[in-house]
């Protein structure tokens, strides 16, 4: 019977063994694997076409009814709002505003808003959102559906975009007059940018509050009145009536994205009114490119993940995918051509108008929210996606590296004190070894250093927490100094003093292993989840730090170089660092001109305002980014720093301990 107690002679040990002794390259080939797969879902046969997964969105590509005098409604419009913007010139014209949607009988209100600035020692903004409903004549206000438009003054710093109003206001002239209408119509002028959409939707869904709250930085203020429940948002941003290509925006709040029906609708409906559109559509000079079809599609496929990773929307629309509303932004760019030839002015806007009013009129058609297509996907080309049963093995097989690791790091831990103890045994003479090592083995488990790892692991996670919560402290908000400088002394002490916790703090023998094996299994765990709330964000982070964890080894001195890059490696994937050199290189791109040195500073400021401004889309609008990087990556880093400087002082496990038992 001590044959078979005997783990020497166990095959599934033996496999274990084996591939243990082969970990790095296992782990190693997984990665390659998952990046492998992510390149080729560029090619044809591992991305689908898109269709319409939805019958009833099909009523918006019947013949429209837009006549030529939408056209001259608009241009009318346009020529007197850009009267009234001469005597605005930093405010919104509401009066004006106000006055046509009340001409054109849309049932009109105002919703004031207040931004407490966390940073501003009790500084307050104040804004007004103008909105029209246009009620459902043929069911009660059940269900509606939002048009929005986002004004900006003269003297604001983005593109002009003074067109999108009145093309609003005569869409809002024309739906009047129909009685076919089964969704309540809102057609809402913002401003502000994105802060102005944000108290709307906060005020339509969170209902009244208490204006003298201290829980809020933005107080949304009330709304006078409200529509049905929003089943869907379009949100138009036009620079000119006279367009040369659509830019269709689908990136919302934390990389969420609209049902893929709802962009397949906007690209059928706009291709059957003869609009050039598409995700991330350039001007036609740019369109010309000598890149393969491979080239170009895997090209797209970065630009949209790396438009996701950040989590800010690039529209007004994202925001309404936080409330389950799909909502999508169609901006028009204007027409530049080096002749004198010019379109007609007097149907200039009718290819756009009728768009408008066909997807306007399939979303009407809805029964119910969008949910036949997919959520999650990635477009390849405007007329190719990718699903996520498609890209998420790519992450998957990231992610199994350091579970595969951990599993074997673990196995190989038990066998190598199991055989060092059963060859003491058989030294010694000892006729119970065989039967003895299991007990040892069960033993040895109960003698790990839990306690002082799960400690350990608490104080990288307090650290992080704190980079989360002090720079909102009422204290530090009243010091006089500005907000940039604050937060990033801040995030910069928290990260010395991760940096400096492995030369202060000793574990007892045995907590390095565990404390590997623990930081392999959060790291793949938080790989997933974080893929499946962006998988952008998720993706970048394995490509970038998978090679690294897999390189960590606390248990052999023998390779001191690959020691030594692993320490380097490690302190060049720290966050504040990884920031950094993104922010250094988009700053060498967009200002060639610059020496290096004024390079450096330009970066360094730049970093340093990219920290403040992900705190403050933190709180005010709910992106977690900020919270991902302070409670997850940098309490992951520290534990990787205290890996790396690891040195084995004695074995696995203390021998003594297996002895006794």
Known sequence: MG??????????????????????????????????????????????????????????????????????????????????????QSTTPHAWILAKFKEFGL?????????????????????????GILRAPRIGSTEGIVFAAPYRAPSSVHVDITSSVPLLLAFAEFARRKNYWAKDLIFLVTEQEQLGMQAWLEAYHEGDRDPDSTNSYLL?????????????ALNIEV????????????????GKLPNLDMFNLV??????????SGYKQTPRKKRRSSLSNYEQNLRQILSMLSTQSSGVPNGNHGLFHRYRIDALTISAAKRVTNSNVKANPSSA?????????????????????????????????????????????????????????????????????????????????????????????????????YGSVLIYLAAALFIGYVGNVLPLHQYLLELPVSAAPLTATILIALNVLGFGLPFVVVLPPGALELLHISLLLIYGCALIVIGLLNFSLGF???????????????????????????????????????????VLIMSFYQFPELTLQQLLLRAATAAMDAATFALIDSVIYGNWLYFAICTVFLPLWIICWTLALAKRRDSAIPQAKLKTN
């Open 239 to 254: 620079q000119d009536f006279e367009i040369d290509y659509i830019d269709v925006k689908i990136e919302g709040l934390n």
């Open 3 to 88: 044959l078979l107690s005997d783990p020497s002679l166990s095959t599934h040990n033996k496999l274990v063994d084996n591939l243990a002794k082969h970990m790095r390259k296992v782990c190693y080939a997984f990665y390659t694997a998952g990046v492998i797969w992510f390149m080729c879902l560029a090619l044809p046969e591992f991305n689908h076409g898109t269709y319409l997964s939805e019958n009833a969105l099909s009523p918006g590509l019947v013949y429209p009814e837009i006549r030529i005098d939408a056209n001259r409604l608009a241009v009318q419009l346009l020529e007197e709002l850009q009267r009234e913007r001469k005597d605005h």
């Open 220 to 232: 949304a203020g009330n709304l006078p009145a409200r529509a049905g429940s929003l089943q869907a």
């Open 540 to 582: 970048f982070v394995a490509v970038l730090t998978a090679p690294m964890v897999i390189a960590l080894n606390t248990t052999s001195t023998a390779y001191s170089t690959l020691r030594s890059l692993t320490r380097v490696w490690t302190l060049l994937l720290n966050p504040l660092v990884v920031i950094y050199i993104i």
């Open 107 to 131: 049932e009109t209100h105002t919703h004031n808003y207040t931004l407490r600035y966390p940073f501003g020692s009790g500084k307050e903004f104040h804004g007004k959102n103008v909105y």
């Open 349 to 449: 806007a009718v290819p756009l108008l009728k768009a408008i009013e066909g997807i306007a009129r399939s979303l009407n058609n809805l029964l119910e929210r969008f949910h036949q297509s997919f959520f999650f996907y990635v477009i390849v080309h405007n007329d190719r996606y990718i699903s996520i049963g498609d890209y998420m093995p790519a992450l998957v097989a990231l992610a199994a590296c350091s579970v595969i690791k951990a599993y074997l790091t673990w196995s190989t831990l038990e066998a190598t004190s199991a055989a060092t103890e059963h060859r003491q045994q058989q030294k010694s003479g000892d006729a119970n070894a065989k039967t003895e090592t299991a007990s040892g083995l069960e033993s040895m488990k109960l003698s790990l250093p």
């Open 267 to 276: 690209q059928r409906i706009m291709a059957r009114e003869g609009v050039t």
